[in-house]
């Protein structure tokens, strides 16, 4: 397990390796009833461009798992649902627009041109509190479906 999980650390760093990670205090306003009530369930976001590349042949000790890719685009007020990352890392890249990420009480906008890393310890949720759509590029190593 733990040759596993360096590998997906390195697969991780490698697929953003061109890209800057930074992230800044968020200004808007979350409802408080979202910041005590995490979210359950996805609302506003639409799918594409789902793709998925099975690692079993690249790399035999990632066999079972598969790096996956889409395109989420989130309209104003839309919501991804709290969830956690322990069995599948990730990242999200905002291409077009803003969106904020909650983690626990602490919220942070992610602007266009950043990226967020989702390691073992993250659980979060995503809303985009503004009046224009956001698009997110988003990938991560998950199980064989």
């Keep these: 397990m733990q040759n ?11 697929a953003m390796m061109t890209v800057t990670c930074s ?7 979350i409802p408080q009833k979202l910041l005590d009530n995490p979210p359950t369930e996805h609302s506003g976001l639409s799918v594409t461009g789902k793709n ?8 035999p000790e990632l066999n079972g798992y598969q790096v996956r890719v ?9 919501i991804v649902k709290n969830h956690g990352h322990k069995s599948r890392p ?6 077009k627009g803003e969106v904020a990420e909650i983690r626990g009480d602490k919220y942070e906008d992610i602007e266009e041109g950043q990226t967020i890393i989702e390691d ?5 949720w995503v809303i985009n509190n503004n009046k224009k759509e956001a698009v997110l590029f988003v990938f991560d190593i998950v199980p064989v479906e």
């Excluded at 596993?4 to 490698?14: D, E, G, H, N, P």
């Excluded at 073992?120 to 979060?124: A, G, L, S, V």
């Design 4 to 14: 596993f999980i360096s590998k997906t650390r390195y697969l991780l760093a490698m």
């Design 23 to 29: 992230t800044f205090a968020h200004e808007g306003k």
């Design 52 to 59: 998925a590349l099975k690692l079993g042949k690249q790399i």
């Design 70 to 78: 889409r395109t989420v685009t989130m309209e104003p007020g839309a």
């Design 90 to 95: 990730g990242a999200f890249y905002v291409i």
């Design 120 to 124: 073992y310890n993250t659980e979060h």
